[in-house]
């Protein structure tokens, strides 16, 4: 069965690299990347111009597209809203695909501290855009509020797997991912045998 496979986070946590990853090494997975499509749409670096509609509605059509062809596809981006969440499960559904949630995690001011050197350290022109319009809007209050609502959306859906994304532990953090995603639905999380990687029923206490 094809899934569709949401990795959520904050910014910064390495959720793209993760998923180019696991394109490599899933044949005919599409590594639906939100940023790279951002980039094919005219005016994204225009602050004045809200070109998200226009990228979703082709995030839409193209998982719906790779799922009916019975393929896997790994979408990473940050949804802050369980809406969003419940609309990529439903898509997927609709489709005859198995729906993953997860979400990467790192202590609070270290996911932040991320999210500032890779923008420091990239010279990639929508790296730079967004840490902009992160400044304008608040800097690391925002981000800090962007880890916080990722966060209370793992809480209010706890079959949400959380995997720890560790700085430079990119190879670990895929392989803990890899353990995730291979486990069933509905196991109960009394049941795992790795207690590094926990769902968000265990995280919160619910």
């Known amino acids: 069965m094809a899934r569709l496979v949401h990795l959520n986070g904050p910014p910064g946590i390495g959720k793209s690299t993760l998923s180019a990853l696991y394109a490599d090494r899933h044949p005919g997975a599409l590594n639906l990347d939100v940023d790279a499509l951002h980039r094919l749409v005219g005016g994204?670096?225009?602050?004045?111009?809200?070109?998200?509609?226009?990228?979703?509605?082709?995030?839409?059509?193209?998982?719906?597209?790779?799922?009916?062809?019975?393929?896997?596809?790994?979408?990473?981006?940050?949804?802050?809203?369980?809406?969003?969440?419940?609309?990529?499960?439903?898509?997927?559904?609709?489709?005859?695909?198995?729906?993953?949630?997860?979400v990467l995690v790192d202590d609070r001011q270290a996911a932040i501290e991320r999210f500032e050197r890779r923008a420091q350290e990239s010279d990639d022109p929508w790296i730079r855009h967004h840490h902009r319009l992160i400044e304008l809007g608040g800097g690391q209050v925002?981000?800090?509020?962007?880890?916080?609502?990722?966060?209370?959306?793992?809480?209010?859906?706890?079959?949400?797997?959380?995997?720890?994304?560790?700085?430079?532990?990119?190879?670990?953090?895929?392989?803990?991912?890899?353990?995730?995603?291979?486990?069933?639905?509905?196991?109960?999380?009394?049941?795992?045998?790795?207690?590094?990687v926990g769902r968000a029923s265990e995280v919160s206490g619910s």
Request: no cysteine.
């Open 44 to 102: 994204w670096q225009d602050e004045e111009t809200d070109t998200w509609p226009v990228v979703w509605s082709l995030v839409r059509a193209m998982a719906t597209t790779h799922l009916e062809g019975g393929r896997d596809v790994v979408l990473p981006q940050h949804i802050a809203k369980v809406d969003g969440i419940i609309e990529l499960e439903n898509l997927a559904h609709q489709h005859g695909a198995d729906f993953r949630e997860v």
């Open 142 to 196: 925002v981000l800090g509020t962007m880890y916080d609502n990722v966060m209370e959306v793992a809480r209010l859906r706890p079959g949400t797997l959380m995997v720890p994304s560790a700085v430079g532990a990119v190879h670990e953090t895929y392989e803990l991912l890899a353990d995730a995603l291979r486990e069933p639905v509905a196991l109960d999380p009394r049941q795992r045998s790795d207690q590094r």
